[in-house]
C-alpha cells in the first residue's frame, strides 16, 4: 500500500469548510451489495437448518468471554499498563502463554456460520467507519479496507487462528476481481518468519475485535507490542463498545504511548541517534480519536469512549437474530471503541480558530437592511429546526430489502475536490464524546480537548454554545453528532 500521509500544509478555514472538516459521523450505513451476496451465498452453502440456534449460542458465548475478562483484579490491571517491566521477569517478559480457545470460545464451522449470518456486517460498519475517518485524518477486517482504500492495496497478510474462519473468509472473496495478494497465517510468528525481515513491517495494521478473545491482559499487550513492531506506519485497535472493550483500548493506549515514550528518553540519554533523528524516526501520537496523547480524561469518571454506528440490517441478520417481543427492526446500533496511532511525532499546525472572527448575533443583525427587518427568516428557521434533530435518518424495514438493490451507497469522500480542508492531525480539534443536547438556542456537548499546544495533555470538558454569543459556532453545534470533531482556537490552551 502506498504512504498513507502525506505532508501537512498551512490550512485556512473559513465557516463552511470548518463544517466539512468536523464532520466524521456517518449516518445510517448499508453494508455493500458485494459483501451482502457473499455472505447469502456462503450461508446457503452452509444448508443448515438450525441457525437460528446456532447464532443464540455464540451470542451466550460472547457474555461468557465478559465473565471470565472480568476476573482480572484492578492491582494487576494498573501495574502492567503503568510498568510491566517491574512486574515480570526479564527472560519471560514478552512471552505468550494463553493459546487459542483458552478464552472458552473457538470459532469452528457452527460458531463461524453463526457469526457470519449475525456478526460481521456490524464489524464490518465499525471497521469502515474507523477507516474511512483515518482516511480524511490521514489526507488521503479486509472487506472494510477495500472499501475504503479499492486501489492502494498491494499486499494483505491476514492472521486468523481458526481455520473455519480462513475457509469462510476465502469463500467470502472468491468472486471479487482485483484482489491484491493475500497471505494467511494461524499466528503472529508464523508471519514474522515467513515473511523476509525487509518486508514485515506494514503501512496499516488493524486488529478488530481481537483483544477482549484473549484472556490475559499480560498476553493482550505482548500481541499489541508484536503488532506494532510489524508497524511502519498506523497501527489500528476497535473493540466493542462496552465498558470492558473501551478499557482494554485506554490499557493498550496507556501502554503503547508510554513505551515510546520510555524509549525515546533512553535514546536521548545515551545519545544514540541525534536530535533530528529521534524526532523524525521515534515516537507515537493518537491519530483518533484522541485529540491528545496525554492521560486519558475518562479514567476513574464512571464513563467509557465509545462511538456508535448505524446500520441496515441485512436480510442474513433480520432471519437469524432474534428480538425480545417485539418486531425486528430494520436497523441496529453497533457500539465501538477504538484507537489508532501513528509513528512519529505529532505535528504541529496553526489552529482552526486562530485568526478568525465571528460576530455575535446582535452585530449581525445591525448589519441587516431595513427591509430584511419585517420577516425575520432565520429566526423562523430556528424556531423550526430546534426540534429533535437525530444523527440517523430511519429507514422504513418494510421498504428496505437488501438482497435486491443492485447499487452500493456513493461515497461522499470521492466527490469531494482536491482542495477540500481537511481537519489536521495538530492539536487543534476536539472530540465529541456522546450525544450533544439541543435545547432551544443553545446546544451542550461533552468535548476531549488538547489543554497545551503540543496536544500532550488533555481534558474532558462540557461546552455550551449559545446562538446570541456566536451563531456561526451555533449553528456548526446544532448539526454535530456524537463522534465530530470541534474546532478549537490556541488560545483556549494553558500554553500560548
Given at each position: 500500500?502506498?504512504?498513507?500521509i502525506?505532508e501537512t500544509?498551512q490550512?485556512?478555514f473559513?465557516?463552511?469548510?470548518?463544517?466539512a472538516?468536523?464532520k466524521q459521523?456517518?449516518r445510517?450505513?448499508?453494508v455493500?451489495?458485494?459483501?451482502?451476496?457473499a455472505?447469502k451465498?456462503?450461508l446457503?452453502?452452509?444448508?443448515?437448518?438450525y441457525m437460528r440456534?446456532k447464532?443464540?449460542?455464540?451470542?451466550e458465548?460472547?457474555?461468557?468471554?465478559?465473565k471470565v475478562?472480568?476476573?482480572?483484579?484492578?492491582?494487576?490491571?494498573?501495574?502492567?499498563v503503568?510498568?510491566?517491566?517491574?512486574?515480570?521477569?526479564?527472560?519471560?517478559r514478552?512471552k505468550?502463554?494463553?493459546?487459542?480457545?483458552?478464552?472458552?470460545?473457538?470459532?469452528?464451522d457452527?460458531?463461524t456460520?453463526?457469526?457470519?449470518a449475525?456478526?460481521?456486517?456490524?464489524v464490518?460498519?465499525?471497521c469502515?467507519?474507523?477507516?474511512?475517518?483515518?482516511?480524511v485524518q490521514?489526507?488521503g477486517?479486509?472487506?472494510a479496507?477495500r472499501?475504503?482504500?479499492?486501489k492502494?492495496m498491494?499486499?494483505v497478510?491476514i492472521?486468523e487462528p481458526?481455520?473455519?474462519m480462513?475457509r469462510?473468509?476465502?469463500?467470502?472473496?472468491?468472486?471479487?476481481?482485483n484482489?491484491?495478494?493475500i497471505h494467511?497465517?494461524?499466528n503472529?510468528?508464523?508471519?514474522?518468519k515467513d515473511?523476509?525481515?525487509?518486508?514485515?513491517e506494514h503501512?496499516?495494521v488493524i486488529a478488530?475485535?481481537?483483544l477482549g478473545?484473549?484472556?490475559s491482559?499480560?498476553?493482550?499487550?505482548?500481541i499489541v507490542r508484536?503488532?506494532?513492531?510489524?508497524?511502519?506506519?498506523?497501527?489500528v485497535?476497535?473493540?466493542p463498545?462496552?465498558?470492558h472493550?473501551s478499557?482494554?483500548?485506554s490499557?493498550m493506549r496507556?501502554?503503547?504511548?508510554?513505551m515510546?515514550?520510555?524509549k525515546c528518553r533512553?535514546?536521548?540519554?545515551?545519545?544514540?541517534e541525534?536530535?533530528?533523528?529521534?524526532?523524525?524516526?521515534?515516537?507515537?501520537?493518537?491519530?483518533?480519536p484522541?485529540?491528545?496523547?496525554?492521560?486519558?480524561?475518562?479514567?476513574?469518571?464512571?464513563?467509557?469512549?465509545?462511538f456508535?454506528?448505524r446500520?441496515?440490517?441485512?436480510s442474513s441478520?433480520?432471519?437469524?437474530?432474534r428480538?425480545k417481543?417485539d418486531?425486528?427492526?430494520?436497523?441496529?446500533d453497533?457500539?465501538?471503541?477504538?484507537?489508532?496511532?501513528?509513528?512519529?511525532q505529532?505535528?504541529?499546525?496553526?489552529?482552526p480558530l486562530?485568526?478568525?472572527?465571528?460576530e455575535t448575533?446582535?452585530?449581525?443583525r445591525?448589519?441587516?437592511?431595513?427591509?430584511?427587518l419585517?420577516v425575520?427568516?432565520?429566526?423562523?428557521?430556528?424556531m423550526?429546526?430546534?426540534g429533535?434533530?437525530v444523527?440517523y435518518?430511519?429507514?422504513d424495514?418494510?421498504?428496505?430489502?437488501?438482497?435486491v438493490m443492485?447499487?452500493d451507497?456513493?461515497?461522499?469522500?470521492?466527490?469531494l475536490?482536491e482542495e477540500t480542508?481537511?481537519?489536521?492531525?495538530g492539536?487543534?480539534w476536539?472530540?465529541?464524546?456522546?450525544a450533544?443536547?439541543r435545547?432551544?438556542?443553545?446546544v451542550?456537548m461533552?468535548?476531549?480537548?488538547?489543554?497545551?499546544?503540543?496536544?500532550s495533555?488533555g481534558s474532558f470538558?462540557?461546552?455550551?454554545?449559545?446562538?446570541?454569543?456566536?451563531p456561526?459556532?451555533?449553528f456548526q453545534?446544532?448539526?454535530?453528532?456524537?463522534?465530530d470533531?470541534?474546532?478549537l482556537?490556541?488560545?483556549?490552551?494553558?500554553?500560548?
Open positions: 500500500m502506498a504512504s498513507l502525506s500544509t490550512k485556512v473559513t465557516p463552511e469548510t470548518l463544517r472538516a468536523a459521523s456517518e445510517c450505513l448499508v455493500p451489495v458485494r459483501l451482502r451476496r455472505i451465498k456462503y446457503r452453502e452452509q444448508e443448515d437448518p440456534r447464532v443464540l449460542r455464540l451470542s458465548s460472547f457474555s461468557e468471554i465478559k475478562n472480568l476476573h482480572l483484579t484492578a492491582d494487576t490491571l494498573k501495574e502492567l503503568e510498568d510491566p517491566l517491574k512486574s515480570m521477569e526479564q527472560s519471560k514478552w505468550i502463554k494463553s493459546a487459542y480457545g483458552d478464552i472458552g470460545l473457538t470459532y469452528r457452527d460458531e456460520a453463526a457469526y457470519v449475525s456478526r460481521m456486517p456490524a464490518y460498519s465499525a469502515y467507519r474507523v477507516l474511512s475517518e483515518a482516511r490521514l489526507s477486517g479486509q472487506w479496507v472499501e475504503v482504500w479499492p492502494s498491494e499486499k497478510n492472521v481458526s481455520q473455519s480462513q469462510a473468509g476465502r469463500s467470502l472473496i472468491q468472486d471479487l476481481k484482489l491484491p495478494i494467511s497465517y494461524t503472529l510468528q508464523g508471519l514474522a515473511v523476509r525481515k525487509s518486508e514485515r503501512d496499516l478488530s475485535y481481537v478473545e484473549i484472556p491482559l499480560k498476553d493482550r499487550i505482548t508484536q503488532l506494532w513492531n510489524l508497524t511502519r506506519d498506523v497501527l485497535l476497535i473493540e463498545g462496552t465498558p472493550g478499557n482494554i483500548i490499557q496507556s501502554h503503547l504511548l508510554w515510546e515514550k520510555r533512553k535514546a536521548k540519554v545515551n545519545k544514540e541525534s536530535k533530528d533523528l529521534i524526532d523524525l524516526r521515534s515516537g507515537v501520537f493518537i491519530v483518533a484522541c485529540p491528545h496523547d496525554g492521560r486519558c480524561p475518562l479514567e476513574n469518571s464512571g464513563k467509557y469512549c465509545h456508535v454506528q446500520l441496515q440490517r441485512t441478520q433480520r432471519a437469524y437474530k428480538s417481543g418486531p425486528l427492526r430494520g436497523f441496529e453497533e457500539k465501538f471503541s477504538y484507537v489508532a496511532f501513528r509513528r512519529g505529532r505535528p504541529r499546525e496553526s489552529w486562530d485568526g478568525m472572527k465571528f448575533l446582535k452585530e449581525q445591525a448589519k441587516r437592511n431595513p427591509e430584511d419585517e425575520d427568516y432565520e429566526d423562523l428557521v430556528d423550526e429546526e430546534t429533535d434533530i444523527p435518518e430511519e429507514a424495514p418494510s421498504a428496505y430489502d437488501s438482497d443492485e447499487t451507497i456513493v461515497n461522499d469522500d470521492e466527490n475536490s480542508v481537511h481537519a489536521n492531525l492539536g487543534g476536539g472530540r465529541i464524546i456522546f450533544p443536547v435545547r432551544g438556542r443553545q451542550q461533552n468535548i476531549c480537548r488538547p489543554t497545551n499546544i503540543d496536544a495533555e470538558d462540557r461546552e455550551v454554545v449559545t446562538q446570541s454569543k456566536n456561526t459556532l451555533h453545534a446544532r448539526r454535530s453528532f456524537w463522534g470533531l470541534w474546532p482556537g490556541s488560545n483556549e490552551t494553558s500554553e500560548v
